[in-house]
């Protein structure tokens, strides 16, 4: 069946630092979404790509889908504090989403 | 407007006994999911429904049972919880099969 990974599956940097994740499936994705979940909180949506070699900005985070549509990424610029919490990718296949394992991310201030 | 909302928060259940979490979205959303977060496994799919009296498996089915009878609401039924069903159970909802999701708050269950 379908898989999605991510890595890392956990990252600490210090603030100001830049941070990537990577999400890759073992098929072609229609799309992809980004959520991001806050300690002790429930995923939130970020973002969804939808074409081959999209590049999405918003403000210190940037998403990219890859040419094949099986891998994406998400880098985050100078972090903050406030970047802390797990990022998770979830990848549509033929008519529902499975979302990757999640990165952990800890900024250290 | 209270979006996905999840009752109970939490619950601490004896092995064998049965309990059925409540989800209800007030933004007229036909796709509904049932998801458990464990440590390092991401979020799993239990059940989806894509529209009132409908639902299918996901990923981890077994142990479950749900029922959507309202669009409105999504239950997830546990009829005789084992440890293995201890985690973190989250519901979303999405307009369609290609929209985002929005979560609840989450349940956190305890199967001793």
């Known amino acids: 069946g379908q898989q999605v990974m991510q890595i890392p599956q956990y990252q600490h940097v210090q603030e100001g630092e830049d941070f990537t994740t990577y999400c890759n499936s073992s098929?072609?994705?229609?799309?992809i979404q980004w959520y991001k979940q806050r300690p002790g909180g429930h995923p939130v949506f970020l973002i969804q790509?939808?074409?081959?070699?999209e590049v999405k900005k918003q403000k210190r985070l940037t998403f990219q889908f890859g040419e094949a549509k099986k891998n994406s990424s998400l880098h985050i610029t100078a972090t903050q504090t406030t970047d802390v919490g797990t990022y998770f990718c979830?990848?549509?296949?033929?008519?529902?989403?499975?979302f990757g394992t999640g990165t952990r991310l800890k900024v250290l201030a | 407007n209270a979006g996905v909302t999840q009752t109970p928060k939490f619950r601490v259940l004896k092995t064998g006994q049965s309990m059925t979490l409540l989800c209800a979205q007030d933004?007229?959303?036909?796709?509904m999911y049932w998801y458990r977060q464990d440590p390092g496994m991401g979020l799993r799919l239990i059940h989806y429904?894509?529209?009132?009296?409908?639902?299918a498996k996901g990923e981890v089915p077994d142990g479950y049972n749900v029922s959507r009878l309202k669009k409105q609401n999504f239950l997830l039924g546990l009829e005789s919880a084992a440890p293995s069903q201890t985690s973190v159970y989250f519901c979303?909802?999405?307009?369609?099969?290609?929209?985002?999701?929005?979560f609840g708050p989450g349940t956190r269950l305890t199967v001793t």
């Open positions: 098929t072609t994705l229609s799309n």
């Open positions: 790509l939808v074409k081959s070699g």
């Open positions: 933004m007229n959303h036909e796709y």
């Open positions: 979830a990848g549509r296949g033929t008519y529902k989403y499975i």
């Open positions: 429904s894509v529209g009132e009296g409908t639902t």
């Open positions: 979303a909802s999405s307009y369609g099969s290609g929209g985002w999701q929005y």
